[in-house]
């Protein structure tokens, strides 16, 4: 069994920045995939960005150039740095961990994910 607590989340003006983390207790595995989705109100859970066992990132298009995932594997901890945030960008935003490799040439294959967190709000302001 996997908990994922992530933390973060605030309301900010557009242009403003927050970093979500997201720390990970319990099982432990050598190849695994840590993502970020997001679910914007009143639509479904989309995803954000995922970072796998090798350190191989990818960003979806509308956050590419604003949001950087990372990863502190020895703090078993995931990050979203968000940069240049927009209105659109008001979600809650949620960690997970599949068990499993996602990231392949540049390719994100968005397994289904074994592990979410709670969800952290995010909200950005005209």
């Known amino acids: 069994q996997v908990r994922l607590l992530e933390s973060g989340g605030g309301a900010v003006q557009a242009g403003g920045s927050l970093r979500l983390s997201c720390v990970a207790s319990g099982n432990t595995y050598s190849s695994y995939c840590m993502t970020w989705y997001r679910q914007p109100p009143g639509k479904g859970r989309e995803g954000v960005a995922a970072?796998?066992?090798?350190?191989?990132?990818v960003h979806v298009d509308t956050v590419k150039g604003r949001f950087t995932i990372s990863e502190d594997s020895a703090k078993n901890t995931l990050f979203l740095q968000m940069n240049n945030l927009k209105p659109e960008s008001t979600a809650t935003y949620y960690c997970g961990l599949t068990p499993q490799r996602c990231v392949e040439d540049g390719m994100w294959t968005s397994y289904e994910v074994t592990y979410w967190g709670q969800g952290t709000q995010v909200t950005v302001a005209t």
């Open positions: 970072i796998d066992s090798d350190g191989s990132a």
